[in-house]
């Protein structure tokens, strides 16, 4: 078992263990669909489950009357667990989404400024996808992104797995054989499931906070109630 196995390699293993020939030379036709199997069971089993060395972190700093920022490039939005901001040396959480309300406290339009931040959302702004802070920081925060990041793509053979290769070829190899209706599909799909559950044994996936559900209401994070009054600048 192991990672950063090559697609190539990946590959190979797959036809050996559908009892292909693993000569390059022989069934090249049927390669880019063994290739995509592998592409999508990785990414199945990466969605199904979180996996510790894929967690990660990225902070951005937003500079005074800054409202919107360009998105993380690593970390995978769509799986964030939490998000912080830093504000007197200490990190509090934000909740998710911006509603019409909280700009009749503080006016993002008319760059009404108030720290902490307290709010964040992913919009389009002019045809790109950034996140936008409320209320409007009166000084500059660092703001942090907690969650899993995304998948290196497997498109070249020189691209490596971050998940387990056998784990990713034993789960392609158990669609194909019972897609044929091979008898030792069953036995096949036994050995994945059987791969996936000494993985989680042995410390992986685990958890690390619950996914932040876009557009689902956050509770309510540690600032307390609005009436903070810091920096105020209109």
């Known amino acids: 078992m192991a990672r950063g196995t090559t697609l190539g390699e990946m590959v190979d293993m797959l036809r050996a263990e559908i009892g292909d020939s693993t000569n390059p030379a022989l069934g ?138 056998n784990l990713i070829v034993l789960f392609a190899a158990a669609e194909i054989l019972t897609r044929k209706g091979a008898k030792d599909a069953e036995a096949m799909q036994n050995a994945a499931n059987a791969t996936l559950a000494a993985l989680k044994r042995r410390g992986g996936p685990g958890q690390k906070g619950q996914p932040i559900i876009m557009g689902q209401q956050q509770p309510r994070n540690s600032f307390g109630p609005r009436e903070i009054r810091v920096a105020y600048v209109r």
Not at 116 to 134: H, M, N, S
């Open 28 to 165: 090249t036709d049927f390669v880019p669909a063994l290739k995509q199997k592998l592409r999508r069971w990785q990414e199945s089993l990466n969605l199904d489950n979180n996996w510790p060395h894929m967690f990660s972190r990225s902070d951005k700093v937003i500079e005074a009357g800054q409202r919107y920022a360009d998105i993380p490039t690593g970390i995978d939005m769509e799986r964030l667990t939490k998000a912080q901001v830093q504000w007197n040396d200490s990190w509090f959480d934000l909740e998710h989404g911006i509603r019409g309300e909280d700009f009749g406290v503080y006016d993002s339009d008319l760059d009404e400024r108030m720290d902490p931040i307290q709010r964040w959302q992913i919009l389009d702004v002019e045809g790109a996808l950034q996140f936008e802070v409320w209320p409007v920081p009166a000084t500059e925060a660092t703001v942090r992104f907690e969650g899993y990041r995304r998948l290196n793509p497997l498109i070249a053979d020189t691209d490596t797995a971050d998940l387990d290769d």
